[in-house]
């Protein structure tokens, strides 16, 4: 099945500095990248997804890259604020019949430093 | 628009007893997954149900089961727990259409002693 690798485990940054997270994923079948942000005794909120026939992705201060060929895709946050601390989640679904599960990276905790 | 909605938001239980979590999935939405967060993890697949049948399934034991409603209301009901059960359980909604986002609630805290 899917393994999706996320580094690092843990990230602080000064505010207004970017920020960037990491994953890897193992099925090269996989075709659908969403990142979650997780504030504490919430759930997971989708913040920015890309599929696999595209390269990048950007949402205001948020931007995703995937490259298929080395199977890895990154979060970038520029311009953090204090309200961006929180942990996020990279994500991995493979393609096929019958595949519909999520498979997620263990999560960054991220912390922006006033 | 209301989001997805889980009941109850914490629950406590003993090690051997049945547990029944609640789900009503976002506006629109017709498919609802179960995912299982273990602290300081990130969520693990369940299973997913569409149109009142279990459509995949995770690496979870028959412990676990659910149920999907004509008005796409989901639960989750796990027997025979054990301490290792103890996790955030997240409900997720979407279309039935492939690759539609994920949309979580915000989970119940169950803990089991």
């Known amino acids: 099945g899917e393994n999706v690798e996320q580094h690092p485990s843990t990230l602080s940054v000064q505010e207004g500095d970017s920020a960037v997270i990491k994953c890897t994923y193992s099925?090269?079948?996989?075709?659908?990248f969403p990142w979650y942000k997780q504030e504490l005794g919430k759930g997971p909120q989708l913040i920015i997804d890309?599929?696999?026939?595209?390269g990048e992705k950007k949402d205001q201060r948020i931007a995703v890259t995937l490259n298929k060929t080395a199977k890895h895709f990154s979060l970038h946050i520029t311009e953090t604020q204090p309200e961006d601390s929180a942990v996020y989640f990279c994500?991995?679904?493979?393609?096929?019949?019958?595949?519909?599960?999520?498979?997620f990276g263990k999560g960054t905790k991220l912390s922006v430093i006033p | 628009d209301a989001g997805v909605t889980q009941s109850p938001t914490h629950l406590i239980k003993t090690r051997g007893q049945q547990v029944t979590l609640r789900c009503s999935p976002k506006?629109?939405?017709?498919?609802v997954s179960w995912y299982q967060q273990a602290l300081g993890q990130g969520p693990q697949f369940i299973f997913q149900?569409?149109?009142?049948?279990?459509?995949q399934r995770g690496n979870f034991p028959d412990r676990f089961s659910g149920h999907q409603f004509p008005n796409y209301s989901s639960e989750l009901n796990v027997n025979a727990l054990l301490l290792g059960d103890s996790a955030l359980y997240l409900c997720?909604?979407?279309?039935?259409?492939?690759?539609?986002?994920?949309?979580f609630g915000n989970g119940t805290r169950l803990t089991v002693t």
């Open positions: 506006s629109g939405h017709d498919t």
């Open positions: 099925d090269s079948a996989s075709n659908y």
């Open positions: 890309i599929r696999s026939n595209v």
């Open positions: 149900y569409y149109e009142e049948e279990e459509r």
């Open positions: 994500a991995a679904r493979a393609s096929g019949a019958g595949s519909y599960q999520l498979t």
């Open positions: 997720a909604s979407s279309l039935r259409v492939y690759n539609s986002p994920l949309h």
